[in-house]
């Protein structure tokens, strides 16, 4: 009885040997094994996939020579649950892995072709390109190369993708002071103000580069006390060497390209991923231009003051 009982204990061991040798991978580096998976991060490169703060990712796979293979689509609950991207391609295959986030809000076009340099993520402009917003709009790549059956050579694989959007908002102190160009006045207008910042750009291409034309836009802006101020933020791909400029009746009132940062330094107007960049046109009391002050603050951090 023991003996029997004994040779049923080691055909159970056997078999689940076998079935554990069938179902596993028995390369020492586990390539074969290897699965790919979607990281979101934010501007301090923390990871926050699980915050959902990314609804949406559209996927486009290019084979070596930069061909467009095909669109994958993730929804929300695919990448807060990190769930493997499953690419079925042979062995051997290098693929050049393109990732946009925050796509579906509709608020930019998408440029596509054949090939990953005919690939953009433009704002939408209208025809003397003027910008409108763009959504909070995340970018990433990975370059991978198939092993065996769905594995990856180096083991598992991980496309990371950051926002690339930021805001911008703009006000003034001692707009009263300012000289006012009152020749260009109609008797039968009143005064008028508009900010505008130029110098942005209209796409971002396959490898995240600012690409394309040169746009800019208009935030609306309201007089509050006086002063010329934006009350909401605009939205729109970080950018440098912006250049901003308050518009008096039509004719620019000032411009500006460089401004001091609140820790002394000076330099050009950028737009930085998840912050906002507050731009300040400053005159003193009798109305000659001190330059910008410009501050920059993490979205949600509430500060709207420049004080130094």
Same mark, same amino acid.
């Given at each position: 009885?023991?003996?029997?009982?004994?040779?049923?204990?080691f055909l159970g061991l056997?078999?689940?040997?076998?079935?554990?040798?069938?179902?596993?991978?028995?390369?020492?580096?586990?390539?074969?094994?290897?699965?790919?998976?979607?990281?979101?991060?934010?501007?301090?490169?923390?990871?926050?996939?699980? $915050?959902?703060?990314? #609804?949406?990712?559209? =996927?486009?796979?290019? &084979? /070596?020579?930069? %061909?467009?293979?095909?669109? !994958?689509?993730?929804?929300?609950?695919?990448?807060?649950?990190?769930?493997?991207?499953?690419?079925?391609?042979?062995?051997?295959?290098?693929?050049?892995?393109?990732?946009?986030?925050?796509?579906?809000?509709?608020?930019?076009?998408?440029?596509?072709?054949?090939?990953?340099?005919?690939?953009?993520?433009?704002?939408?402009?209208?025809?003397?390109?003027?910008?409108?917003?763009?959504?909070?709009?995340?970018?990433?790549?990975?370059?991978?190369?198939?092993?065996?059956?769905?594995?990856?050579?180096?083991?598992?694989?991980?496309?990371?993708?950051?926002?690339?959007?930021?805001?911008?908002?703009?006000?003034?102190?001692?707009? $009263?002071?300012?000289? #006012?160009?009152?020749? =260009?006045?109609?008797? &039968? /207008?009143?005064? %008028?103000?508009?900010?505008? !910042?130029?110098?942005?750009?209209?796409?971002?291409?396959?490898?995240?580069?600012?690409?394309?034309?040169?746009?800019?836009?208009?935030?609306?802006?309201?007089?509050?006390?006086?002063?010329?101020?934006?009350?909401?933020?605009?939205?729109?791909?970080?950018?440098?060497?912006?250049?901003?400029?308050?518009?008096?009746?039509?004719?620019?009132?000032?411009?500006?390209?460089?401004?001091?940062?609140?820790?002394?330094?000076?330099?050009?107007?950028?737009?930085?991923?998840?912050?906002?960049?507050?731009?300040?046109?400053?005159?003193?009391?009798?109305?000659?231009?001190?330059?910008?002050?410009?501050?920059?603050?993490?979205?949600g951090v509430v500060d709207?003051?420049?004080?130094?």
């Amino acid at each position: 009885m023991k003996h029997i009982l004994s040779t049923k204990q080691f055909l159970g061991l056997f078999l689940s040997a076998i079935f554990m040798l069938s179902t596993s991978c028995i390369k020492d580096d586990l390539d074969e094994c290897s699965n790919l998976t979607l990281k979101v991060v934010n501007y301090k490169n923390d990871d926050i996939t699980p $915050s959902g703060v990314v #609804k949406d990712v559209s =996927l486009y796979v290019f &084979d /070596e020579n930069k %061909t467009l293979l095909e669109t !994958v689509q993730l929804d929300k609950d695919f990448i807060v649950n990190r769930k493997d991207i499953v690419l079925n391609y042979p062995e051997g295959k290098k693929l050049t892995l393109v990732a946009y986030g925050n796509l579906s809000g509709g608020n930019q076009i998408v440029k596509a072709g054949t090939k990953a340099e005919e690939l953009f993520v433009s704002v939408k402009t209208g025809s003397d390109g003027l910008a409108s917003s763009p959504d909070s709009i995340f970018y990433g790549n990975k370059v991978v190369e198939t092993y065996g059956a769905g594995g990856y050579v180096g083991g598992n694989q991980e496309i990371v993708i950051q926002p690339r959007t930021g805001t911008l908002t703009m006000q003034t102190v001692n707009l $009263s002071k300012a000289p #006012k160009r009152r020749g =260009l006045l109609k008797s &039968d /207008e009143g005064e %008028t103000y508009q900010f505008q !910042v130029d110098r942005t750009v209209e796409s971002l291409n396959y490898n995240g580069e600012e690409a394309g034309d040169t746009v800019y836009y208009k935030p609306d802006g309201v007089l509050m006390n006086q002063e010329w101020v934006t009350p909401e933020k605009t939205n729109m791909y970080d950018n440098k060497n912006l250049e901003g400029t308050i518009y008096y009746n039509g004719a620019v009132l000032q411009s500006v390209s460089v401004g001091t940062y609140a820790d002394g330094t000076v330099g050009p107007i950028t737009v930085q991923p998840q912050q906002n960049t507050l731009v300040q046109f400053e005159w003193d009391e009798n109305g000659a231009f001190l330059g910008a002050k410009i501050k920059v603050t993490p979205w949600g951090v509430v500060d709207d003051d420049i004080d130094w």
